[in-house]
């Protein structure tokens, strides 16, 4: 079945403590991304990445590191989480960057305190 | 696109009636427009797209969506509404051509709840 799989789908953590949230794709998409969904806001784009070793920054990038060593794998460092990072968070993946569609991740409910 | 805007935060309706949820987008370049669905606790699902053709598309669900080029508009439209209807939706363009070609911008989204 083609997904986007994101891990974990909760997480609860303290503020300056690193995590690491994983996306995979099954798809062999060239195109992957991170958005955060607040409300009132929509989705933003954090950082999407074009192909392997190809990354560049969104409209939200701050705080948040990304790297694309593999094809199918997209993964959001947060170096030192702070609250205002307490978001849902998804990965998105696409056939190529333009007029495809963008196949979605389930979700992760990050938590700071 | 540089922005696109959803008119309505919510929208609320009643089993079985019609439903138009709004859109509008502003760009210097042409785009291509889609609309998604976000059922609680799950990711966003494709419900129709907009690349070029008929203005007039439609997409799952019995959702349909129309494309005005001189109201820059995209309207989704459903003409009976179930339950199981009840969802954030959410427009979203991206730019097709320029430096910012490939990106995607998202509306705020547009909560629509069913009652029966």
């Known amino acids: 079945e083609a997904q986007v799989t994101q891990n974990p789908r909760y997480l609860i953590t303290v503020t300056g403590k690193k995590l690491t949230v994983t996306c995979s794709q099954n798809?062999?998409?060239?195109?992957m991304s991170w958005y955060r969904q607040d409300p009132g806001l929509g989705l933003r784009q954090i950082y999407y990445?074009?192909?392997?070793?190809?990354?560049d920054k969104g409209d939200v990038p701050e705080g948040y590191k990304v790297s694309r060593k593999e094809k199918r794998n997209f993964p959001l460092i947060l170096e030192s989480p702070s609250p205002n990072q307490t978001s849902l968070y998804f990965c998105?993946?696409?056939?190529?960057?333009?007029?495809?569609?963008?196949?979605f991740g389930q979700g992760t409910r990050l938590t700071v305190v | 696109a540089q922005s696109v805007t959803q008119l309505d935060s919510q929208v609320p309706v009643f089993e079985e009636a019609p439903v138009e949820l709004r859109c509008n987008y502003s760009?210097?370049?042409?785009?291509?427009l889609f609309w998604y669905v976000q059922y609680p606790n799950q990711g966003l699902q494709l419900l129709l797209k907009?690349?070029?053709?008929?203005?007039l598309v439609k997409g799952i669900n019995g959702f349909e969506a129309e494309f005005n080029k001189s109201q820059t508009s995209f309207h989704l439209r459903k003409p009976s509404v179930h339950i199981s209807d009840t969802a954030e939706y959410f427009c979203?363009?991206?730019?097709?051509?320029?430096?910012?070609?490939?990106?995607?911008?998202f509306g705020q989204g547009t909560i629509l709840t069913v009652h029966p």
């Open positions: 998105a993946s696409s056939l190529s960057q333009g007029r495809t569609e963008a196949f």
């Open positions: 907009y690349l070029s053709g008929s203005t």
């Open positions: 990445s074009m192909n392997v070793e190809v990354t």
């Open positions: 760009s210097s370049v042409s785009v291509y």
């Open positions: 798809m062999n998409h060239e195109y």
């Open positions: 979203a363009a991206i730019n097709a051509g320029g430096t910012s070609y490939g990106k995607l911008t």
